[in-house]
Nanobody, 125 residues
């Protein structure tokens, strides 16, 4: 059964860094575009970033540009989200998701068919 599992969340101070991981089972991550999303309390889920099968990244939201980086380790079948200079507004549950496309589709969550269970990121001093 296709499964995505996120890890690496936790409590981090403002200005700090965190790396989230998204590991896959029953399929190969570099065969489809993989996205990272987040959902803060009381807000809708928003797309953050996506990585195509060719390794081309797409950033969906301006607020993370220059701070968050998406990458992939094919040998580990894992996609990462490196979060630097985090801010309190980055507090959310973070999800990875697999699209049915090779390229990064629009940030609508409906474009992504398979989802992990999420990992909590809390930015606080």
């Amino acid at each position: 059964q296709l499964q995505l599992v996120e890890s690496g969340g936790g409590l981090v101070q403002p200005g700090g860094s965190l790396r989230l991981s998204c590991a896959a089972s029953a399929f190969t991550l570099n065969n489809q575009a993989i996205g990272w999303f987040r959902q803060a309390p009381g807000k809708e889920r928003e797309g953050i970033s996506c990585l195509s099968t060719s390794g081309t990244p797409t950033t969906y939201v301006d607020s993370v540009k220059g701070r968050f980086t998406i990458s992939r380790d094919n040998a580990k079948n894992t996609v990462y989200l490196q979060m630097n200079n985090v801010k309190s507004e980055d507090t959310a549950v973070y999800y990875c998701a697999a699209s049915s496309y090779f390229y990064c589709p629009g940030s609508d969550s409906k474009n992504f068919a398979y989802w992990g269970q999420g990992t909590q990121v809390t930015v606080s001093s």
